[in-house]
């Protein structure tokens, strides 16, 4: 690829965005002289202002009109290349329009004609973040996927410590995910975990989610008692990754909350129920993945005699408790 600017189209969701984060920043290592240009929906510019690769980022604005304005936007940047991360046909219409001469992406829902270099086929049954790897033209490290590289305003760190009482070993729960009760660990486990954590270790527990999902963050902060606080809808996405990173660790669905926390370099202990941890679980070491029975993986579940929930539901709090007193002993050098 030439030396240039290079128009990157982002994914649309918080997990996707971090699980593509590594391959940008290997692409940034092996193209240091080019200007990466994210272009992301707009409420994901703070997060990608957080990321170390990229150089600036631009908002797409909604609808047809503004897709049509996005493009001049783009037009006027001029970029040598747009590689497409999304699978959608605006996200390749745009570049398209705006005349970048080289467009890569993967082909399907009817786009093929408006890419000059189609990425045929998929990785396999590896990470998702592989994929990344592929789409963006660089290699998968031979030794594993790097974890992304976000680094937390001062502002938002200051603003996390301000709203955690100092004194506490602070962990975080995320009870909420995008898909509902199929891949949420039922409610009374939180509560009944929150209990254990603060009673048996003396920690806190801060409750973190999106304004609309506060009622059910609510519920679980209630049902803990006095040890825990409700953030829920109350932070900015810079705001909650400066918790995340306050917090000594944090328990949480497959979720994009999940993959933030692991990206400010804060371990998590990972609920799964039926869908594939080799897949979409969080990226570094130190983790623990909850899955029904001790397995890791959905292959190994017998589909028939689970349902999503019932899945979540048969892993006991007493593990979740078990795996973040061993996250804080570590965390201590112990």
């Known amino acids: 690829m030439t030396t240039g600017t290079v128009l990157v189209c982002g994914v649309n969701w918080l997990g996707d965005s971090i699980m593509t984060m590594p391959a940008m920043q290997a692409y940034a290592r092996v193209h240091p002289d080019e200007r990466i240009v994210m272009l992301v929906k707009p409420g994901l510019v703070p997060l990608w202002q957080m990321h170390k690769a990229q150089t600036s980022v ?50 399907g829902h009817l786009r093929r004609w408006l890419l000059t270099d189609v990425v045929e086929g998929g990785v396999g049954p590896a990470h998702q973040s592989a994929e990344y790897y592929r789409l963006m033209g660089v290699p998968v490290p031979v030794d594993g996927i790097e974890v992304p590289e976000l680094v937390v305003p001062a502002a938002a760190r200051q603003w996390a ?31 009944d975990a929150g209990r254990a954590l603060v009673s048996g270790l003396g920690c806190r527990i801060v409750v973190l989610g999106s304004s609309m999902e506060s009622a059910l963050c609510e519920r679980v902060v209630a049902g803990i008692g006095s040890g825990a606080t409700c953030l829920a809808g109350g932070t900015s996405i810079q705001e909650l990754a400066g918790v995340l990173q306050v917090c000594a660790a944090v328990v949480c669905n497959d979720s994009g909350g999940m993959h933030l926390a692991s990206a400010v370099g804060t371990q998590v202990v990972a609920l799964y129920g039926l869908t594939d941890p080799a897949t979409t679980g969080p990226m570094g070491k130190g983790h623990h993945i909850l899955v ?14 689970h349902t ?19 996250i804080l002993v570590r965390k201590k050098g112990g």
């Open 58 to 107: 631009l908002a797409l604005d909604d609808g047809v009109r503004g897709s049509i304005q996005t493009a001049v936007r783009v037009s006027s940047l001029k970029p040598s290349v747009a590689i497409i991360l999304p699978n959608s046909f605006r996200s390749a219409w745009i570049p398209f329009v705006a005349n970048v001469p080289v467009r890569r992406g993967v082909p």
């Open 161 to 191: 410590t301000g709203r955690l009482e100092g004194g506490y070993q602070w962990v975080a729960f995320l009870p909420c995910a995008s898909r509902g009760p199929s891949k949420q660990w039922p409610e009374d486990h939180f509560v």
């Open 292 to 305: 029904p029975g001790g397995v890791r993986g959905h292959r190994d579940i017998p589909r028939e005699s």
């Open 308 to 326: 999503a929930a019932a899945a979540l539901r048969s892993i006991e709090p007493s593990r979740v408790v078990e795996a973040v007193q061993d």
